[in-house]
């Protein structure tokens, strides 16, 4: 099994080598990929929230290969992120996503100085986020104050990581107040998630919950769901908390329960029949989940829905061709038209199924942890 992904690894590897070039010309960091050209973000410029997935797509394969050329090309855009620094009220939580993979890997893959000071300078934006009515706020703008939401989740690796580096407990205390915070408000009965949480900033008391980039209120997109199980899971890895391994395995058994037989995933578990709508990015990044839940609970079924995502992403949703320069196709990033792509190729499916194959192929650098 594994000689099989290292070969797709390797495919994927040129593929995406082909793909710096056009990059690097245009000057911009790759969002998603459109007859046969990369397009930027499509809102707010390099500060948009994924300006770490091709970063962190060059650092993955620099792993795997040890061309020098994904980590030219994954410095030039981490140059790029650093000056977004200097706009930061356009920045939000998703520093987290933003500078682990890019920065982030650079420390831990090169011992770079300047990328550390840099993943550091990320990490106090992140806590200067935290409100103390006990949670994290989530996006700017005047009515969003008390807006939380299910994909910081993943954002907290980058307090765990911070309080590693610099031995102090702040940024990982601050991480357990919002996990305990995203424990209580946003994980229902049934093992699904919320999207959005609002809280009352002043008192950190629920005051709604809202519609987010799923079907409707009440609804369960999947790659809420799949934040919260890889979440959850990283959450436990850096902590060792049970709790936070329980709520991994709940989110996890109803994540399971609603992959399709073909092994893709729909953009919301509770999405009508008709139109079709499919997020592959929901179930790469479950696989990534999966994977290190079952390393840590020893679970082989949670390995085997790992391989019948990643399976199923190959079998029918993978384009080698230069159609795109990217791989991964039938990517949504909202179920409803938000501008930002549905049922194409974007790039953070391609950073988390590169990351799946990876961890199956036993070259994973854990660029999270
Ligand atoms: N904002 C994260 C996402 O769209 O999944």
Redesign the pocket.
Known sequence: MPDRYETVLRQAAEKFKRGIGPAAQAGIIPYKSENGAWITSPYDGNSW??GGFWPGLMWQLHALTGDDAFLTEARRVEVLLCDEFRRFEYLNH?VG?MYLLSCGADYKLTGNEQARQDTLHAASLLMGRFNLAGFIRAWNGPDRSGYA?I?CMMNLSLLFWASRETEDPRFVNTAKVHADMTMREFVRPDGSVSHIIELDPKTGARVAEHPG?GYALGSSWS??QA?GLYGFTLAYMNTEDPAYLNTAKRIADYFIANIRPDGLTNSDFRQPETPERIDN?AGAIAACGLIELARQTGTSAYEQAAYRLVDGLLAHCCDFTDRFCGLLTKCT??YHEDG?GQETNIL?GDYFLIEALSKLNGTDPMLWM
């Open positions: 929230w994924t998703d996503f939401i994909d980039q790659r809420g934040w990015m990033a909202s930002a953070y």
